[in-house]
């Protein structure tokens, strides 16, 4: 099992930044992709940003050039730093973890809202 602890999100404008972290506990070995997905009113929970234990990454084309992802394996925490936020980036946000994308854990999600 591996326990995710989401922390960061909040209000804020257009234009703004808030970075987003998630700290893993518990079986580390299943945590090579850790990465965020977000979901917004309606919509399906999809891939923000990704990162292996070995640095590669991915982005979902909206936030390239404003989100970048990071990731500390000493302290099995990844980071999402979101610069140049937009009204429509506004969704609770969910860390994960596993295997690869879309791995079997979740945290419990964290809200961003980007007011225009």
């Known amino acids: 099992q591996v326990q995710l602890v989401e922390s960061g999100g909040g209000l804020v404008q257009a234009g703004g930044s808030l970075r987003l972290s998630c700290a893993a506990s518990?079986?580390?070995?299943?945590?090579?992709?850790m990465g965020w997905y977000r979901q917004a009113p309606g919509k399906q929970r999809d891939l923000v940003a990704g990162?292996?234990?070995?640095?590669?990454?991915n982005y979902a084309d909206s936030v390239k050039g404003r989100f970048t992802i990071s990731r500390d394996n000493a302290k099995n925490t990844v980071y999402l730093q979101m610069n140049n936020l937009k009204p429509e980036d506004t969704a609770v946000y969910y860390c994960?973890?596993?295997?690869?994308?879309?791995?079997?854990?979740w945290g419990q999600g964290t809200q961003v809202t980007v007011s225009s």
């Open positions: 994960n973890a596993g295997i690869g994308w879309y791995g079997g854990y």
């Open positions: 990162i292996t234990r070995g640095g590669r990454t």
């Open positions: 518990g079986s580390i070995v299943n945590t090579n992709a």
